[in-house]
C-alpha cells in the first residue's frame, strides 16, 4: 500500500509499461512495483473494472493517497480553537487533490486499502475522517519506529479511543468545573485586583490532571509528581492537592504560616504543596506539586530528577521502577517554543542516565503570551512543534471539549505503558483575564478579548451539553454553582474573623553545618576498598597505559606514596557506598573527569565494553551511578538539583567541564539551588564541582565565579568551600553526605593541583581527623612570634605561594599563609584564633588570583575587618578590577601571576617606633 501514492503520480502509458514488464519477468522490476501488481492481482473481483486497468489502479493510488493525508494532516481539519477560529485545513484532505472524486470512493473496496471490515473506500474514508478530523488533532507520523505508528493507527481508528465518560462520570466533571470556575470568580469578587493568574479559559486542566492520577494509580503508579508556572497553580492546589479553600482565602488576606527556612517566603501562586490521594478501587496515590519561580520552564527538568529518584525501588540495589511513578509537566504555549530548557529536558528523556519512562506533558495553551500574540513568539504553525524534533506524539484538543480532553490523557497513559516515553497534549484554550487580574488586555488584543467576553464558560458549555444529553435535568447546573459559591461565601467569613496565623519561621541557624559527624575512615577498610577498586574480571581488559596509573594507587597508600584527587575522591564515595549512602554524579564527561583525573568507567580495549569498580565494591553496597551528561549545564544541573530533593539518602553531584560554564545555568542557582530553603523549605544537598584556577587557559578556562556564589549567600542556604588539598576534598564530601542539614555545596575544584606532589595527602590525613575550614601555616605556627605579615588565601594561589619560596626566591620567616578552606559558612572562630596566634603581626593580607572585582575578596573584606578591628591593615594582592577574569596569552598571565606571588612574599618595611600601622584596607 505504501507505494499506491506515488505511482498515482504516473501516467497510465508508464503503469501500462511497467505490467507488461512485470509479466514477462517480476525480477525484471524493483520491489515497490512487485508490490503494486501483486496487490492488483487480488483485485480481479471488483466490480466492472478490470484489475489490471491502469486508470483503475490509478483510482485506488489517489484513494492510498488520501488516507494517508487523513492520517497525517486530518489534525489540520479538527476544530481545536474553543473561540470558533477555523482550522488551518489542507489541501490534501480533499479527494481532488489526489485526482479523484468522492464517487470514485464508492466504486473501490475497502479491502483495496487494507479495511476489510469496510464495504467500500468510501465507508472507510468517512470512518477515518470521523476518528482524525473530529474532536482530537493527532500528530504521530513524524515517530521514526513503525511499531508506535502502526499502535497509534490500531487505537484510533479500531476504536480503542471510543470510550467516552459514563453519566456518573460527566457529572462529576460539571461539578468539578463548577469548583473550578466558582473559585475563581469567588476571588475575583472577594479580592479585586489582587494576582492570582487565573486558570478561566483552560478549566478543564483539572479534570484531566485527575484522570491522569486515577489512571496512573490504576496502573499502579505510587507517586504522581507535578510541575507547572503560575498560570492556574492556586486552583490546582486547592483541587488536586487538596488544599483547603480556607488556606487560599488566608494568603490573600496575609495571613499565613511559615513554610520556610526563613521569613521570606514566596507568592501564593509559587508554592508547592503534595496530598495523598485515594482511588476509585481503594488504593492510594502520593501526588506533589513542585514549587517553582516565575522562570517559566525552569522547573522542568528538576521535576524529571524528583521523578527519577522516586522510581528508585525501596530496598533493592540499582533497581527502577519506571511505572511507579508519573512525572506530569505543565508548560505555556509561549515559553514552550521560547525557552530552551524545554528542548533541552525533552532531550534527557531517553538518555539512560535521565530517562524516566515517560512524562505526560500537556501545554496549557491560552493563544497568547502576555500581549505577544503566538505570530510574533513563534516560527512554528503549533506551539508544540519542538516537540516532534524528539519523535513525541501530539494531540490537539479543544479545551471546552471536555471529554475529548479527558480522553487524550487515557490514550497519553496508554502510550507510556506501551512504549516508556514522553507524550504531549496541546490544550488549546484561552485566558479570559489579562496575564494577570490588575492588567487589561484590551489595550493590545481588543478583536480576542472581545470575543472572549461574548464566550460562554466551559462549565456552561459542559453542562448545557449534559441538559441536551439529558443527564442532568434544566437549571441543575445553576443550582450547583448556587451552592458551591454558598460554600466558599461560608469559608470566606469565618477566615475573614479568624485571628492571624502564627507564622514563626524556622531557625536558620539549624542549618548550618550541624552536628559534628565522623569523616575519618579506619585504614583497613580504605586499604580493603582500594583493593576492590584496583580489581577487574580476569577476561577484561583494560588499557595497559591506563592499568599502570590506576596501579599506582596501591603503593600510594603506603608511606612512599601519595594520594591525589581522584584517588581521594574514589575512597570517599568507596566509603559511603559500603556503608549504604547512595552516589550519584552527572556531567560533561564525567565519567573519566575532563583532565583524566577520575577513570570511574574502565573500557576493554578489546572488546569496548566497560567496567565499573565502584559499582561492584560488595553485593550489599549501596548504588553508585555515573553518567556523562548531555551538552547541557542548564537541564542536567536541575536533574541533579532535583534527585537530591527527592533522595535524601544520596551524595548527589554535579560536575561541570569547566567551571566557568556553570553560569549557563545561573538561573537554577539562582532560583533553586541558593533559595530553595528561605522561598519553600525544600531540602536539597547536591554538590557543585567547579574546576578553578588561573593557568594560563584564558578566560573561559579559569573562572567559576567565585564572587557570585558568595554573593547570594545567606542564612545558612548553602556551603562553599576551596579545599586544598585531597583530603580536605576527602572529608568535605563525607560531612556533605552524612550531614543531616542538608543544603547545598559548591565546590571550586582544582586543575593542576590534580597530580601536583606537593598537593598530595597520605593515608594518615584519612583516616583521623576531619575537614578543617580553616589550615595554619605549619611551619609559621612554630614561631608565631616572628611573624608581621599573615598571609589569608584559597586555593591553588597557595601552592603558587610555596613554590616560590621553595625555589628561593623569596623569604618565609616574616610570612604565615594561611588558606582558608572554607568560605561560607564564615569560619570566623577559627580566624580570630588564628589571628590571636599571631599576636604581633603588621599587616594582614588577603591573595588571590582572581581580580579585585571577582575572587572572595569582596566577601571577605568586612569579615576580616571585623574579626581585626579597626587597627590593623587589610591589603588586597591580586589582579586588579577586570571586565574579563583572565589574560588571553601566556606571557601577560605568568607576568600578573608572578607580580602578585611576589607582592605577598615582599619583605616589610622596618617598623616605625615599633607602632603597629593603622591604615585601613585599600
Keep these: 500500500m505504501t507505494v499506491l501514492p506515488i505511482i498515482s503520480a504516473f501516467n497510465d502509458g508508464y503503469v501500462a509499461e511497467m505490467q507488461e514488464r512485470f509479466e514477462r519477468d517480476p525480477a525484471s522490476v524493483d520491489e515497490s512495483w512487485r508490490q503494486f501488481f501483486a496487490m492488483a492481482g487480488q483485485l480481479r473481483g471488483a466490480p466492472a473494472v478490470s484489475a489490471a486497468d491502469p486508470a483503475y489502479l490509478r483510482k485506488i493510488a489517489g484513494a492510498a493517497a488520501l488516507v494517508q493525508a487523513i492520517r497525517q494532516y486530518g489534525h489540520l481539519g479538527v476544530q481545536v480553537d474553543p473561540l470558533g477560529s477555523a482550522p488551518a485545513g489542507a489541501a490534501e484532505l480533499k479527494c481532488e487533490f489526489h485526482g479523484i472524486t468522492e464517487a470514485d470512493l464508492a466504486t473501490i473496496p475497502g479491502s483495496a486499502l487494507g479495511f476489510d471490515s469496510d464495504a467500500t473506500a468510501a465507508d472507510a474514508v468517512a470512518r477515518l475522517r470521523g476518528a482524525y478530523q473530529a474532536t482530537i488533532g493527532f500528530e504521530f507520523e513524524h515517530i521514526e519506529r513503525d511499531a508506535e505508528r502502526a499502535w497509534f493507527r490500531r487505537v484510533i481508528e479500531e476504536g480503542d479511543m471510543r470510550r467516552t465518560l459514563t453519566d456518573e462520570e460527566k457529572r462529576a466533571v460539571l461539578r468539578r468545573l463548577t469548583e473550578v470556575d466558582g473559585l475563581e470568580r469567588f476571588l475575583g469578587r472577594a479580592y479585586q485586583g489582587y494576582k492570582r493568574f487565573s486558570i478561566e479559559g483552560n478549566d478543564t486542566l483539572v479534570p484531566m490532571l485527575e484522570a491522569a492520577i486515577e489512571g ?67 488504593e492510594r496515590v502520593h501526588v506533589s506539586l513542585m514549587p517553582n519561580p516565575s522562570h517559566l520552564e525552569m522547573v522542568n527538568p528538576v521535576l524529571e530528577g524528583v521523578a527519577r529518584a522516586q522510581q528508585r525501588v525501596p530496598g533493592t540495589l540499582r533497581v527502577l521502577d519506571e511505572s511507579s511513578v508519573l512525572p506530569i509537566a505543565m508548560h505555556g504555549d509561549a515559553a514552550f517554543p521560547g525557552e530552551g530548557v524545554v528542548a533541552e529536558t525533552f532531550n534527557l528523556s531517553n538518555l539512560r542516565g535521565y530517562r524516566t519512562g515517560g512524562t505526560l506533558h500537556i501545554i496549557v495553551n491560552n493563544q497568547i503570551g502576555f500581549t505577544t500574540d503566538p505570530s510574533e513568539g513563534r516560527s512554528t504553525h503549533y506551539a508544540s512543534d519542538l516537540a516532534k524534533g524528539f519523535e513525541v506524539p501530539i494531540l490537539h484538543v479543544n479545551g471546552d471539549d471536555a471529554e475529548a480532553c479527558i480522553a487524550s490523557v487515557w490514550l497519553g497513559l496508554a502510550y507510556r505503558e506501551r512504549f516508556g516515553k514522553d507524550f504531549l497534549i496541546d490544550l488549546v484554550g484561552y485566558r479570559r483575564q489579562g496575564h494577570n487580574e490588575a492588567d487589561e488586555p484590551v489595550y493590545t488584543q481588543p478583536m480576542l478579548y472581545a470575543a472572549i467576553k461574548s464566550h460562554p464558560t466551559t462549565r456552561e458549555l459542559w453542562g448545557q451539553r449534559l441538559t441536551t444529553e439529558g443527564v442532568i435535568e434544566p437549571g441543575a447546573t445553576e443550582r450547583l454553582d448556587a451552592d458551591i459559591q454558598a460554600q466558599f461565601e461560608r469559608i ?3 477566615v475573614k474573623s479568624k485571628a492571624a496565623v502564627d507564622s514563626d519561621p524556622i531557625d536558620a541557624g539549624a542549618l548550618e553545618n550541624g552536628s559534628p559527624v565522623t569523616t575519618a575512615v579506619p585504614a583497613e577498610q580504605l586499604i580493603a576498598l582500594n583493593e576492590r577498586m584496583l580489581s577487574w574480571p580476569s577476561d577484561f581488559h583494560p588499557l595497559p597505559k591506563l592499568a599502570r596509573v590506576l596501579e599506582r594507587r596501591r603503593p600510594a597508600l603506603a608511606s612512599e606514596g601519595g594520594v591525589d584527587w581522584g584517588h581521594a575522591e574514589a575512597l570517599a564515595w568507596a566509603s559511603l557506598l559500603i556503608n549504604g549512602t547512595s552516589v550519584r554524579i552527572s556531567g560533561q564527561d564525567a565519567e573519566r573527569g575532563t583532565f583524566s583525573h577520575r577513570q570511574s568507567v574502565l573500557h576493554d580495549y578489546e572488546s569496548g565494553k566497560t567496567y565499573t569498580p565502584l559499582q561492584h565494591l560488595s553485593e550489599d553496597a549501596a548504588p553508585f551511578e555515573i553518567y556523562n551528561s548531555p551538552l547541557s549545564e542548564v537541564a542536567v544541573l536541575a536533574f541533579e538539583y532535583g534527585y537530591s530533593v527527592a533522595s535524601p539518602d544520596s551524595l548527589v553531584l554535579w560536575e561541570a567541564q569547566f567551571g566557568d560554564f556553570a553560569n549557563v545555568a545561573q538561573c537554577i542557582i539562582d532560583q533553586f539551588i541558593s533559595s530553595d530553603g528561605a522561598k519553600w523549605g525544600q531540602d536539597s544537598g547536591v554538590v557543585l564541582l567547579l574546576p578553578h584556577g588561573y593557568e594560563g587557559q584564558g578566560p573561559e578556562h579559569s573562572s567559576a565565579r567565585l564572587e557570585r556564589f558568595l554573593q547570594m549567600c545567606a542564612e545558612n542556604n548553602m556551603r562553599v568551600a576551596y579545599p586544598s588539598t585531597p583530603a580536605q576534598y576527602f572529608h568535605i564530601l563525607r560531612r556533605q553526605a552524612l ?20 598537593a598530595a595527602s597520605h593515608l594518615s590525613d584519612l583516616v583521623s581527623g576531619t575537614f578543617q575550614p580553616v589550615i595554619d601555616d605549619a611551619i609559621a605556627s612554630r614561631s608565631p612570634e616572628k611573624v608581621r605579615r599573615l598571609v589569608l588565601c584559597s586555593g591553588k594561589i597557595y601552592y603558587d605561594l610555596l613554590a616560590a619560596i621553595e625555589a628561593g626566591g623569596a623569604s618565609r620567616e616574616h610570612v604565615a599563609i594561611v588558606r582558608v578552606d572554607e568560605l561560607y559558612p564564615w569560619p570566623h572562630e577559627a580566624i580570630t584564633a588564628v589571628l590571636e596566634r599571631y599576636a604581633d603581626i603588621d599587616e594582614v593580607v588577603w591573595t588571590q588570583e582572581e581580580p579585585r572585582n571577582m575572587g572572595a575578596w569582596s566577601f571577605v573584606s568586612p569579615r576580616l575587618r571585623g574579626a581585626v578591628g579597626n587597627a590593623m591593615t587589610i591589603r588586597y594582592i591580586g589582579r586588579p578590577e577586570r571586565a574579563s577574569p583572565a589574560e588571553g596569552y601566556a606571557a601577560p598571565h605568568a607576568e600578573q601571576q608572578a607580580k602578585l606571588v611576589a607582592e605577598t612574599l615582599a619583605p616589610l618595611a622596618p617598623k616605625r617606633g615599633g607602632a603597629r600601622a593603622t591604615t585601613a584596607a585599600r
Design 492 to 494: 470566606h467569613e469565618q
Design 739 to 758: 550531614n543531616t542539614n542538608r543544603r547545598p555545596l559548591v565546590l571550586m575544584q582544582p586543575k593542576s593541583l590534580l597530580r601536583l606532589p606537593l
Design 216 to 282: 496512573a494509580a490504576a496502573a499502579g503508579a505510587r507517586e504522581v509528581v507535578m510541575a507547572m508556572a503560575h498560570r492556574g497553580r492556586i486552583n490546582v492546589l486547592t483541587h488536586v492537592l487538596d488544599k483547603p479553600v480556607s488556606a487560599v482565602f488566608e494568603e490573600f488576606e496575609g495571613k499565613y504560616a511559615a513554610n520556610a527556612a526563613s521569613d521570606t517566603g514566596d507568592v501564593k501562586y509559587h508554592l508547592g504543596a503534595e496530598t495523598d490521594r485515594e482511588r476509585k478501587g481503594g
